[in-house]
């Protein structure tokens, strides 16, 4: 049987939790009686991706929303900018917008600037920005 290549071992310590909530999902989507006789396989994929996306998409919001909250206790390396070392100052949170593998990811996060090299950059990527 054909399974997916993602590594599943960081879910180990919520495995048995989704699992109740896929019964769960299919007791709500189908019924106690489950998937209807006469129902394709290709139409029980597009509910699974369907409910994978929305699952997807936010957890990886709710996690990076969470992170972006915490920008104060950031660890000191990501107080500090990635080209010259000084330490940046936080501005007012902005919208991210990413596509990921998972599906696409939005949150506010807070930039920050560099006052000496005149750059703008999110401290979760540590990326330089123009």
Aim: aromatic share 6%.
């Amino acid at each position: 049987m054909a399974r997916s290549k993602i590594s599943k071992a960081p879910a180990e310590p919520v495995r048995a939790y989704v699992e109740g909530v896929a019964k769960s999902l299919i007791d709500r989507i189908y019924g106690p009686e489950g998937l209807p006789w006469g129902t394709k396989l290709t139409e029980l994929e597009d509910v699974v991706l369907a409910v994978r996306a929305v699952l997807s998409e936010k957890m990886l919001d709710e996690a990076l929303q969470r992170q972006a909250e915490t920008a104060a206790q950031r660890p000191a390396p990501f107080r500090c900018c990635p080209k010259c070392g000084q330490e940046v100052h936080e501005d007012d949170p902005e919208p991210r917008i990413m596509e990921t593998r998972a599906g696409e990811a939005e949150w506010q996060e807070p930039e920050t600037r560099c006052t000496r090299c005149r750059r703008a950059f999110f401290p979760s990527e540590q990326e330089l920005r123009d």
